[in-house]
């Protein structure tokens, strides 16, 4: 006790000294710089990424248009979706647009060929609360639900794996109802099974190269998840982390390099986050505008087979200047097609 008191005698005048004379900060007041102007500043802990900007390489639209699912097929044709047109669409190597589907009732978000040629399309109508996967065959003629809208699912995006079965994401879900999540197809698409419940509007979702790791976004609660996998439709005992948490919105639908590399879309963000094999942030790509509140809507992404090129597609919203594809470069080629 008697330490204390001396002590305290000892350091009277820093006891007692006026609070005026302690540190201060560097300024009186907030201020912005050019870090942080505009509606969607990077991050701080995102700033030092190896960062490119993309380039315009197609105007889809003069007017506002949601794009999604951009995916190539094997002659170098680009399908995509207008989500509220209600389309899947069509770009050919020389920069023809035509519309290949037109979807009854439901808006196509997702797309993904499967073994057999035929184009897979995840579709769902959110104030409805329905959906499908629907295949569709070469010549465009045959149209057949594989998951069909009884069953319940909001089918936002899917992936086949080296099996023939295909992941699908559920959109389902709200903060305080996390009832969405990942779900297993299997090769004779006769059982549907949960992989990853529990989920937020699980969005995107993408396989490792050699099929051992599941990715999926949680749009809801701005997570990445990455997912071992035992088998098909079983989580290795330690195997489900979530190596990433979004800063503001949202993240959107992925693609994998054939390095493993993970993209992700950033929606209401105008950017790609690229991570490597184990979920840590390594690049970005920003799309052009984005500093002023344009081009944000960024939700897919696709590489060109036998290619690092990177196509982007993105709406302007009211933004005023309608709906495009970007293009930047890519870590690795793509993967190649099933």
């Known amino acids: 006790m008697l330490g204390i008191v001396s002590a305290c005698v000892v350091s009277t005048s820093a006891c007692s000294a006026p609070l005026t004379s302690l540190p201060r900060p560097a300024a009186d007041a907030l201020t912005y710089d050019a870090q942080i102007l505009g509606p969607v500043p990077i991050p701080p802990t995102e700033r030092e990424l190896q960062t ?6 197609f105007k889809v639209s003069d007017q506002a248009m949601a794009l999604e699912g951009a995916i190539f097929d094997r002659a170098g044709n680009m399908f995509f979706c207008d989500v509220y047109g209600r389309r899947v669409l069509r770009l050919t190597p020389d920069k023809q647009l035509s519309t290949v589907l037109s979807v009854d009732g439901l808006s196509p978000g997702g797309l993904a060929f499967g073994p057999d040629g035929r184009l897979f399309i995840a579709a769902m109508d959110v ?10 065959s070469p010549n465009g003629l045959d149209l057949q639900p594989i998951v069909p809208r009884a069953a319940g699912y909001l089918p936002n995006d899917l992936v086949f794996d080296a099996n023939g079965g295909f992941y699908f994401t559920d959109f389902h879900g709200s903060a305080g109802d996390p009832k969405g999540g990942v ?24 396989l490792s190269p ?9 749009f809801g609660r701005n997570l990445l998840h990455r997912i ?12 489900s982390a979530v190596p990433y ?3 503001g919105a ?28 184990n979920g840590i942030p390594i690049g970005q790509v920003l799309l052009p505008g984005r500093e002023h509140g344009h081009n944000l809507q960024s939700t897919s992404m696709t590489i060109r087979p036998g290619t690092r090129d990177l196509y ?15 293009r930047s470069r890519a870590f690795a080629q793509a993967l190649q097609p099933i």
């Open 250 to 277: 949202a993240p959107d639908s992925m693609r994998v390099d054939a390095d493993g590399n993970v993209y992700v879309a950033i929606y209401g963000q105008g950017r790609v986050l690229v991570f490597n094999r």
């Open 245 to 247: 948490q979004f800063t």
């Open 52 to 57: 490119a900007i993309a380039a315009p390489w």
């Open 183 to 206: 779900y297993y197809v299997s090769f004779d698409f006769a059982t549907i099974s949960p992989v990853l419940p529990r989920m937020v509007m699980a969005n995107g979702v993408a």
């Open 127 to 136: 104030t409805g609360v329905m959906g499908s996967v629907l295949a569709l």
């Open 228 to 239: 071992e996998l035992a088998d098909a439709k079983t989580i290795t005992p330690l195997g």
């Open 312 to 326: 982007i597609v993105t709406n302007d919203g009211d933004g005023g200047q309608g709906a495009a594809i970007y």
């Open 210 to 218: 050699d099929g051992k790791y599941l990715w999926a976004t949680e």
